[in-house]
């Protein structure tokens, strides 16, 4: 007799073929999966940062440290070396325009100038005497000159008599050529005698034109020796604040030694280095901004330095309104430097996304919050605490602003 066999629903054939058919369909899901680029990483929120966009005001600028110093600041040198015999003012102390510093002392140079006072003395003596001789020579000279005008009259007057006197047949010829001989020659000695006294006066006047010149020249030099030696006392050119003293009683200081220097206290500047990158975009006239006791100062650009050292160039900046109270030399302040005008921008906050990605792509949250996924953007200007989005982003959208150092190629985040 037959007997019936149940048969079995799961058996291993059938288990084996419905494995067969979930593993492929897994297969092929996660082929389709991956062949989408939609790897996808768990994130904890509390382990990123996530800003948003928003719309603002954008101004690029770049943050500097800025120096406080004087408006101008006079370096004291020495004009003449010698020994440091007085301090008459320390150093840090308020002075006036011509009030004594120091007072050196130069044996060299004082001894210099007692020989050109003395050599002075002597040309002035030479001159004095040069116009005594001028003046008793002029006397000699009027005596001849009378002596000859005399001589002259009495000749004529006899050679007129005689030319009448010959006429009439009173004197004979001889006689008349004699007395005609003697005017013309005292007519002669006349013309001789005013033509040496011309050449005498001139010879003259050139002599003590040039004695007259060698005196003015060795006075003047006279008075530049007394000057040197007027300035073995160092006096303040300007008024102001007496720094950086570097002398001692008894120190030798060189000609054109460093001494100190005077500030003029009548305000203040702000010497500010900037890296080389912006040379070209740094100017005259441009807008700065720096914050002191809790209030915020207008400052611009009076001076750029062309020269660059060790990759930075250095601009000299002044307070709009003038320095602040309080403000003193060596102070250091943080200064927001403009590098354009503020407009309306869409803005991304700074993060360290920008390293991995350039700033091409970001990590943009769904509106639910739950994920973040790739999208393209294009950045624009930047400053310290924002970028400017030119496209890819709308105001409101959020977006990982953090690293992206450990998420490798990623297509999106689960956010949990």
Do not use: C
Not at 23 to 39: E, M
Not at 378 to 396: A, K, M, T
Request: glycine fraction near 8%; hydrophobic fraction near 35%; avoid cysteine.
């Amino acid at each position: 007799m037959d007997r019936v066999i149940q048969k079995k629903t799961w058996n291993q054939k059938r288990i084996l073929t419905i494995v067969g058919i979930a593993a492929l369909v897994i297969l092929i899901s996660a082929s389709v999966y991956f062949a989408n680029g939609k790897s996808r990483l768990n994130v904890a929120v509390e382990r990123i940062t996530i800003s948003e966009v928003r719309k603002n005001t954008f101004q690029e600028f770049i943050p500097v440290n800025g120096t406080v110093q004087p408006i101008a600041t006079i370096y004291l040198d020495a004009l003449e070396g010698g020994r440091v015999e007085e301090k008459l003012v320390e150093d840090g102390s308020l002075v006036q325009k011509g009030q004594p510093i120091l007072r050196l002392s130069n044996t060299d140079l004082e001894l210099s100038l007692a020989n050109q006072e003395t050599a002075v003395f002597q040309v002035l003596t030479q001159m004095q005497n040069t116009k005594n001789g001028a003046v008793q020579n002029s006397i000699q000279q009027l005596n001849q000159k009378a002596e000859v005008d005399n001589a002259l009259a009495e000749a004529k007057r006899v050679y007129e008599l005689n030319q009448h006197l010959y006429k009439e047949g009173v004197i004979g010829q001889q006689e008349f050529k004699a007395s005609e001989n003697n005017y013309t020659f005292q007519l002669n000695r006349k013309k001789l005698n005013e033509r040496t006294l011309t050449q005498d006066s001139i010879s003259m006047q050139q002599q003590l034109r040039q004695t007259g010149e060698t005196y003015a020249r060795m006075q003047n030099t006279l008075a530049l020796m007394r000057r040197k030696v007027e300035d073995l006392i160092v006096r303040a050119p300007i008024d102001g604040q007496l720094t950086s003293l570097d002398a001692e009683i008894g120190e030798s200081k060189n000609k054109g030694s460093r001494l100190g220097q005077i500030d003029v206290m009548s305000g203040f500047k702000v010497q500010v280095e900037v890296d080389e990158h912006y040379i070209s975009r740094v100017f005259i006239g441009q807008q700065a901004e720096a914050s002191f006791a809790g209030k915020k100062h207008a400052l611009t650009i009076k001076k750029v330095y062309s020269q660059v050292r060790n990759g930075r160039f250095q601009v000299d900046m002044e307070f709009v309104e003038g320095a602040p109270e309080g403000i003193r030399r060596g102070q250091t302040l943080q200064i927001r430097l403009a590098l354009s005008d503020e407009t309306q921008a869409v803005l991304l906050a700074k993060g360290g996304f920008y390293q991995q990605t350039g700033g091409n792509w970001v990590f943009k949250v769904s509106e639910d919050g739950s994920t973040a996924y790739r999208v393209d953007v294009q950045l624009g200007r930047q400053n310290p605490e924002y970028y400017e989005v030119l496209s890819g982003l709308q105001p409101g959208d959020k977006v990982v602003t953090s690293s992206y150092e450990n998420w490798g190629d990623m297509q999106e985040l689960v956010l949990k």
